[in-house]
């Protein structure tokens, strides 16, 4: 009885040892480095526009861009940025670099500032 009880206590704690392990989950970033992140103006009064272009290193390069406020118009590695009154203030926009190796993100801050008043 005692072996069995020292058996299934060390069985439970293997489990639990492996169940409890951390995996790791980021993806590589393989050869993708953004050199650059910039934008033609800024800051922008709302309803101009400025580009904003990304350089970076890798082979079969892909781009993904987002912005929490405003819109982006284009793909590619250069886009326009667009806000509206609405906007008015500090934004943030993301481009994400990808290939089939991994990818890799950075962010420019781009600050709005009001079309009617200087």
Known sequence: MRDTLITVLFLSALIISFSCQKKDQSRPTGDITILSLIATLNPVKAW???????????????????ADHGSIVGSGQVVKYAAGECCVGLNTITCRVFNDTGEVSDTIKIRVTSYFWP
């Open 48 to 66: 101009d526009t400025t580009l904003i272009t990304v350089t970076a290193t890798g082979s079969n390069l892909q781009y993904g861009w987002e």
